[in-house]
């Protein structure tokens, strides 16, 4: 069964990083579009990065833009999301999909997004 699983997910203080993975089973990444996205509490999803499957090319959101950095490691069939500088307001749940756009606004997933891992950011 295809599927993705996100991991990596925990508390930290504000000012700390983690980083998320994102591990394919039942079907290789190599080549497809990986996007990452965020659900708070009461917001709507918000994409917040993604990475080209053809030319590695990555785009970032400005709420995250130079201290996320997603990448990919298609030999362990797994996508990154190294998180840096982390800020209160980035607690959510966050999701990997291998989706069908690299924009992050209109971005959508082949079938759903993963079951998510829980980032809180509080001292």
């Known amino acids: 069964q295809a599927q993705l699983v996100e991991s990596g997910g925990g508390l930290v203080q504000p000012g700390g990083s983690l980083r998320l993975s994102c591990v394919a089973s039942?079907?290789?990444?190599?080549?497809?579009?990986i996007g990452w996205s965020r659900q708070a509490p009461g917001q709507e999803r918000e994409g917040i990065s993604s990475i080209s499957g053809l030319n590695d090319s990555t785009y970032y959101a400005d709420s995250v833009k130079g201290r996320f950095t997603i990448y990919r490691d298609d030999e362990k069939n797994t996508a990154y999301l190294q998180m840096n500088s982390l800020k209160p307001e980035d607690t959510a749940v966050y999701y990997c999909?291998?989706?069908?756009?690299?924009?992050?606004?209109?971005?959508?997933?082949?079938?759903?997004w993963g079951q998510g891992t829980q980032v809180t950011v509080s001292s």
């Open positions: 999909a291998t989706v069908d756009s690299l924009d992050l606004a209109t971005m959508s997933p082949f079938g759903s």
């Open positions: 039942g079907f290789s990444l190599e080549y497809y579009d």
